[in-house]
Each structure stands twice: as C-alpha cells, then as structure tokens.
C-alpha cells in the first residue's frame, strides 16, 4: 500500500466556530494534528481546508494544504477533492482520513487503520473503534457505537453495523473513532453514491457504505482519542496540553 493521509478542516463548525485554529498549548488545534499525522510517518499529510486560514496555518507551519470548495457537503467529499488536487495520477492506492478535531490522536492509531487495508484484501474502509468509556456511553446518542465481527482476543474484525441506539447484552460495547482509511476506489464509489436511507436515518456516513456493499473493518485502540467538538473539550484539551506538553 501507498497511503496519503488526509485532513479535512473547515471553520464553519456549528458548535465551536473556527476550531481549527483554536490555541491549545501555543499551537492551531489543525497544526497538532498535522504533526501527529507526520509522526505516525505513513506516507504524506495534507490538509484539506475549506478557508484560506487555515490553509495559511498550516503552511506557516511547514505543512501542506489544498484549499477546497468550502461548499463541499462533507469531510469525505473535502479530502476526495485534496487527493485529486494532489495526486491525479493515483500513485496513493489508500488514502488516510484523519479528522481535523483530533489533536493529540496517538500515532499508532493511525498506522493500524493503515494496516488494516494492508493485512485484509478484503477490507475496502478501514476505521478505529475504543472500548466504552462509561456505562452511560451505552445509551448516549452523541456516542457512535461499532457493532463487529470480533473473535475473543482478536483486535481487528469486521464491522457489521454503526449505531446512535442503545446497545444491550454483557458484551464489550465499542465506541466508533471517526478515522477512515480507504481504499483509492472505494472512495471514489463512495463519493458518487447518493445518501442511503440508513445514513439518513442515523446521521452516519459510514451506513451509505455499508448498504453500497463496501466491506468495513475495524482495528481495536486501548481508548479514544481526545476529539474537540465543543468549549468544554477545548477546556479539556488545553489541559491536556498543559500537563502533557514538554
């Protein structure tokens, strides 16, 4: 495999306007996750941005970035957009897609989602699932839960189902981390696909790929990552930050 990875990042953000820039620790939330991404050293990192501004970041910062249309509906169609901007000539079979609200997401997340599309010829998307954090996590809507084909002591599996809806029985509940690796065809498939009625249903991407048929598979990380959707996570990754940074 020949992985690109992606980061797409727009300012518009519903809950945290212009979150991509926020400061944490003296650094733009986008750049920290720009230098993850490098660390985990799996192939070349651009970010895919919907405003100048951050595209201005993150070059002030050393890194690479495409300005896309900012009228792009998602992430997915903002880093198809990059890569076909970057890479026409489709040298990068698999492309990474890493989201811009992850500052502090471990590199060894992202090289099992790389390795996943590696290992499994029959994986189209690859992805990252975490145990629960809490009992409540099991009725939380806002918490996307992973439904897998998961052998005990196995790490990777496949996944058969994502859900917002409550999950029952005394099996391990895993929550959906928001990082994808597709398969260069398989994102372009997806990108051309209309919304699917699951996805509309559940607010969940990932379900128009799985009605279209594409295989999912999942790699187990010990815990989620710190995600920032809104001020109280902001709060919380500056204090991270603070007690983290060297």
């Known amino acids: 495999m020949n992985p690109i990875v992606i980061i797409p990042a727009r300012m518009a953000a519903t809950r945290l306007p212009n979150k991509p820039l926020a400061d944490i620790g003296g650094l733009p939330m986008i750049v920290r996750v720009l230098r993850q991404a490098e660390a985990a050293n799996i192939g070349p990192v651009a970010v895919a941005a919907g405003d100048a501004e951050i ?17 792009l509906p998602s992430g997915s169609d903002r880093i198809q957009a990059a890569v076909e ?3 026409p000539s489709g040298l990068h079979d698999a492309v990474i897609n890493l989201q811009g609200d992850m500052p502090f997401v ?6 099992a989602c790389a390795a996943l599309l590696a290992d499994q ?15 409540a996590d099991r009725s939380n809507p806002d918490v996307v839960k992973a439904v897998l084909a998961l052998a005990e002591g ?18 391990p509940i895993w929550r959906h981390v928001g990082i994808y690796g597709y398969r260069r065809e398989a994102l372009g498939r997806f990108i051309t696909a209309p919304p699917s009625p699951l996805e509309q249903r559940e607010k969940l991407e990932q379900l128009r790929g799985l009605e279209m048929g594409l295989s999912y598979w999942a790699a187990v990380a010990d815990d989620a990552p710190i995600s920032v959707d809104n001020p109280a996570d902001l709060e919380a990754a500056r204090a991270h930050a603070r007690d983290h940074d060297a």
């Open 121 to 135: 010829p029959t994986c189209d998307v690859a992805t990252v699932v975490a145990p629960e954090a809490s009992p």
């Open 106 to 111: 471990r590199t060894e997340i992202l090289s």
């Open 85 to 87: 901007a970057l890479d």
């Open 154 to 171: 196995a790490t990777t599996g496949r996944a058969l189902y994502f859900t917002r809806s409550t999950l029952y029985g005394d099996a």
């Open 55 to 71: 595209v201005e970041a993150v070059k002030a910062a050393g890194g690479q970035a495409v300005l896309t249309d900012p009228d």
